[in-house]
């Protein structure tokens, strides 16, 4: 079985920072592309930010220039630093990773159990 275990969600103010973190834990492989995404509710889940194994970004263009995804491949953790956040940044982000927990299986994906990011005055 693979976790992933996010933190670092809360309030903050418009205009402040806050950084996700997301650690995957267990019968681990490989972990191909990792990222976040948000939802907010009554609508469905978006992407936030990916980042593949080699390292390649890509952003929702809702938080290109605000947001920054990065990993550190020896712990297994994917973080998300969130700049200048607007109210509307506000929803539960999750972590996601697609993972494989051998060499002959295919790569699976795995969801956080989500962190509450809320951006008010």
């Known amino acids: 079985q693979v976790q992933l275990v996010e933190s670092g969600g809360g309030l903050v103010q418009p205009g402040g920072s806050l950084r996700l973190s997301c650690a995957c834990s267990?019968?681990?492989?490989?972990?191909?592309?990792m990222g976040w995404y948000r939802q907010v509710l009554g609508k469905q889940r978006e992407l936030v930010a990916t980042?593949?194994?080699?390292?390649?970004?890509n952003y929702a263009d809702s938080v290109k220039g605000r947001f920054s995804i990065s990993r550190d491949y020896a712990k297994n953790t994917v973080f998300l630093q969130m700049n200048n956040l607007e109210p509307e940044d506000t929803a539960v982000y999750y972590c996601?990773?697609?993972?494989?927990?051998?060499?002959?299986?295919?790569?699976?994906?795995?969801w956080g159990e989500g962190t509450l990011v809320t951006v008010s005055s």
């Open positions: 996601n990773a697609v993972v494989t927990s051998n060499w002959y299986s295919k790569g699976m994906d795995y």
């Open positions: 267990g019968s681990i492989f490989r972990i191909y592309d």
């Open positions: 980042i593949t194994s080699g390292g390649s970004t």
